[in-house]
């Protein structure tokens, strides 16, 4: 890693330490408990974890950032679907079928039209193992329609929405704090981001991150996710204030 970047993300870490727990992850600790006992549990979902190959996946999408998007779809789920009086197993279902498309959502990341292409990978996966077919077409429909900015298609199924939207939102989480201690240093390190031309992009990328506040589509997501982005935009404001400092050092 570029030495400049290394001071970058160590005060990135810095920043993100003197943060406080997101709302969302202070108030909802027993629904994240048991998508994290689910996710590390027995079952398909354990079966589709172990489908996921470190080396075949996007450098800044892989593991971490799938099980950390599955464990937030389930607990979403629960969210949700308690708010909405849905039956016990009814819940459990939909909430380990939310796991299951965060786990394999950026299966094929690393190619075009990726959500697409991870549905598709995922509906085998999911056929081998021979698993429900109900539940099996909510996550493709998910996995299809994870990607930001982009018009999402009508399934017409208030289940296989919820499990759509919960993907979704977990997924947008990530553009936070973890964006910026995590996601950005491997992603640069990986393309060898001269730190000038990742100064020239950064502010326009930002705007980006901060739109994000408004696409949220739970309810939940709406109203704990726009804490998590400014989270993730104040860590942002700190590092492109100290990268023109060290880039004018270096003139």
Known sequence: MHALYK????????????????????????????????????????????????????????????????????????????????????????????????????????????????????????????????LTGYITYAIRNHEAFKKTCDLGDEAGCLISDALYDADKFRWGPENFTTTLWLMVNDRSTPPEQLHGVFQEKMKGIASIKETFRTATGRRYGPEIIEQGISIGNAIYKEMTVLLQQQR
């Open 7 to 134: 001071r970058l993300q160590d005060l990135s870490r810095d920043v993100a330490r003197n943060l406080a727990q997101p709302d969302f992850y202070r108030r909802f600790t027993r629904e994240i408990a048991w998508s994290e006992q689910a996710l590390a549990g027995d079952g398909p979902i354990r079966e589709c974890r172990g489908r996921l190959d470190e080396s075949l996946l996007e450098c800044a999408h892989g593991l971490c950032h799938c099980e950390a998007v599955a464990r937030d779809a389930g607990a979403l789920v629960m969210i949700e679907g308690r708010g909405r009086r849905l039956e016990e197993r009814e819940l459990s279902l939909l909430a380990q079928a939310a796991i299951i498309a965060g786990l394999l959502h950026d299966i094929k990341r690393r190619e075009q039209d990726h959500a697409v292409r991870g549905s598709l990978e995922a509906e085998k996966i999911l056929n081998l193992l021979a698993f429900d077919r109900r």
